[in-house]
């Protein structure tokens, strides 16, 4: 089977799993709580809102976006583990949580492949990696080969010091064979 049936099989089966769980949470009518593990108002919270009306549209029942912001997803996360496993609680969440948090905690406090099943994808969030106008890099790997140039050492700036940035950051330098700090800009200071 090639990547793109596997994908598109997988897709598939998840977005039935998402049917059959939702279908039996509007039987009961008892709302159906949508965790996002970060604050109001970011690009998860954003989604999860989106997704919230058509939702209580076609189940017939409320559908309420419950922000549980801390720890990059944690606390949310382990609220849906504690949950009763009866269909009316989902995780929005991304791949932070799901995958690089459990690479990088001792004990995150649930195990996401067992303790999780995903049942569907819909959004995806794109990151882009940009340099000053005076950097005489052109593309990804001239920066990389500007920085080994310059002694190996970068700044590289972030919008705000999290969990995924500077795991970005740090993995792609070891990538790469140099050291990249993260620095929060100016702006994100304010």
């Avoid at 559908?63 to 269909?87: C, F, H, M, R, S």
Wanted: proline residues 7%; hydrophobic residues 45%.
């Amino acid at each position: 089977m090639t990547p793109s049936r596997r994908l598109w099989l997988s897709r598939t089966l998840c977005a039935l799993a998402a049917c059959t769980a939702l279908a039996a949470s509007a039987q009961t009518g008892a709302a159906v709580k949508l965790l996002v593990g970060f604050p109001p108002g970011g690009g998860t919270d954003a989604v999860a809102r989106v997704l919230a009306e058509p939702l209580r549209e076609a189940l017939g029942a409320p559908v309420v976006v419950e922000n549980k912001p801390g720890a990059g997803g944690q606390i949310a996360a382990q609220t849906l583990k504690a949950a009763p496993a009866d269909g009316h609680t989902f995780f929005v969440s991304h791949d932070h949580t799901i995958t690089i948090l459990p690479m990088v905690v001792k004990n995150p406090g649930y195990d996401s492949t067992r303790d999780f099943i995903p049942v569907a994808g819909f959004a995806t969030f794109v990151n882009a990696f940009a340099v000053s106008g005076g950097t005489p890099a052109k593309s990804f790997d001239e920066y990389v080969a500007w920085v080994k140039s310059q002694g190996a050492r970068s700044n590289v700036g972030i919008r705000r010091r999290r969990p995924r940035r500077s795991f970005w950051c740090s993995s792609s330098a070891s990538a790469t064979g140099s050291t990249w700090w993260p620095c929060p800009t100016a702006a994100a200071r304010r």
